[in-house]
């Protein structure tokens, strides 16, 4: 008789689960409680999906076990998964290492997925809400005891709204609480604590940040290359450096988005936190300092406005200007030495304090979830729940931007389905 897989998720992860499970010759069931699977991936890459990158190392995860993500990646890593993409049609292409699929198609990998789990035949039920996950032998909570299947170890009763299955082993893949539009609505967590499993507080991750200051409205709109740090307490706790974006609220573009986590964890902490922004960052401190002297003495003649005209933005100049008391009718002749002063600093150190970050139906992921002290790495499976393994976002593991994300549901969801839905473990 075929080993019974029920994957809760139709995700990513859940549909890599699915196939791996059915591969290894189980029968395979996945549960989507929206009227389709894999919606988070149609958005991922703005609809190109980045689905992996060619360099996938320990600092691109944050984890509270920091060696737990590589020694998961390191089982089933980014070649395994090109070859595993290959293997069901998706041929792919790099830029600068980020990975997509040639036809910068995210449905594409949707398609390819569940055109490979039919034909390994999975069986796919949408709109079915799982509302519990029964080991053998516990209480469903209405004082039933479920029967533990025949001949089997572990053995599981999932309760749905459709209805009550049973299985031999359970892969929850029921993703975060970030974009829950797209069907994580967090419902994971509940069933993963249900089971014992610990919680680290779910979090908005790859997110954009809402900050303190008048002149934000005028910055709305402007995207220019800067160097984007985190402070809290007078120490710098992430920085990163590309295309930011200024917003009517506060910043977001890549950049943010690579510091955010830390922001939503210091603030969770009841912690002061800002953003310091270097708009100039191809000149150090002291190359700017030298720079702007000059060109003071160089531009004299020009009145403040037009001083920065082909530096900077001119809508973030006359911020950046009246931010350092600075008229922009004033001669440039005119400005003394310490406002001077505080326009260098302000164009390499402009602060802003953080008041939150976006909700988490803008976030792309979500820091904290299951802990992973409670998940073996090699399988996936549950140290306190035989038989129920783990896999993608539910678990406390965020990469940063750039395919990594993807790359943990790839990987999380072949280990797991292979484990589950293989007679040798
Ligand atoms: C806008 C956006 C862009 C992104 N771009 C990228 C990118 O380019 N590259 C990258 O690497 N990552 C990207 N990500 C992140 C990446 O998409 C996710 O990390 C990944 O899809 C997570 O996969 P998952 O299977 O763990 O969860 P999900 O894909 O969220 O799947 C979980 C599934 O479980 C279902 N479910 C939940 N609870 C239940 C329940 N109780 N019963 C039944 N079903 C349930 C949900 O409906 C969902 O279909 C992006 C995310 C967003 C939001």
Redesign the pocket.
């Known amino acids: 008789m075929k080993r019974q897989v029920i994957i809760?998720?139709?995700?990513?992860?859940?549909l890599a689960a699915g196939i791996a499970a059915a591969m290894e010759g189980a029968q395979v069931t996945i549960?989507?409680?929206?009227d389709r699977?894999?919606?988070?991936?149609l958005?991922?890459?703005n609809g190109r999906?980045?689905?992996?990158n060619l360099s996938v190392r320990e600092e691109h995860y944050r984890c509270s076990q920091r060696q737990f993500p590589m020694k998961v990646l390191d089982r089933f890593s980014v070649w395994d998964t090109l070859t595993f993409f290959d293997e069901i049609g998706v041929i792919t292409k790099s830029k600068n290492g980020y990975i997509y699929p040639n036809s910068e198609q995210a449905s594409a990998v949707l398609d390819a997925l569940r055109l490979e789990a039919a034909h390994q035949g999975v069986e796919v039920i949408t709109e079915?809400?799982?509302i519990s996950i029964i080991p053998s032998g516990r209480s469903n909570g209405k004082g039933k005891q479920p029967e533990k299947p025949e001949g089997k170890k572990a053995g599981f009763q999932v309760l749905t709204d459709k209805g009550t299955f049973s299985c031999s082993r359970v892969i929850l893949?029921?993703?975060?609480k970030?974009?829950p539009v797209?069907?994580?609505?967090g419902?994971?967590y509940e069933?993963a604590k249900a089971l014992g499993h610990r919680i680290i507080t779910p979090l908005p991750a790859l997110v954009q940040l809402r900050c303190q200051g008048a002149f934000l409205k005028q910055l709305a709109g402007i995207r220019c290359e800067a160097v984007v740090k985190l402070k809290s307490e007078g120490k710098i706790l992430a920085a990163d450096n590309g295309e930011l974006q200024l917003t009517d609220y506060g910043v977001s573009g890549i950049p943010t988005f690579q510091i955010s986590r830390y922001a939503s964890v210091a603030l969770h902490q009841g912690r002061k936190v800002s953003v310091v922004l270097d708009f100039l960052p191809a000149k150090s401190m002291e190359e700017t300092r030298r720079f702007i002297s000059r060109r003071a003495r160089t531009m004299a003649y020009r009145i403040a406005g037009d001083f920065l005209t082909g530096v900077l933005n001119k809508k973030l100049t006359a911020v950046l200007l009246k931010q350092s008391r600075i008229s922009a009718e004033e001669p440039v002749s005119g400005i003394d030495a310490e406002r001077l002063h505080q326009l260098i600093q302000n164009i390499k150190q402009f602060e802003m304090p953080v008041t939150a970050t976006n909700s988490f139906e803008q976030a792309?992921?979500c820091c904290g979830g299951v802990d992973t002290r409670e998940v073996k790495p090699e399988t996936m499976e549950s140290r306190l729940v035989p038989g129920l393994y783990l896999?993608?976002?539910?678990l406390d593991v965020d990469?940063i931007c750039g395919?990594?994300?993807?790359?943990?549901?790839w990987s999380t969801?072949i280990i797991a389905g292979r484990c589950a839905g293989g007679w040798k473990n």
């Open positions: 809760i998720g139709g995700g990513a992860s859940g549960l989507e409680h929206m699977v894999g919606k988070k991936i958005s991922t890459g999906c980045n689905m992996t079915c809400h799982v893949a029921a993703g975060s970030a974009a797209t069907g994580s609505d419902s994971g069933l792309q992921v896999a993608g976002e539910i990469g395919g990594y994300n993807l790359q943990w549901a969801g």
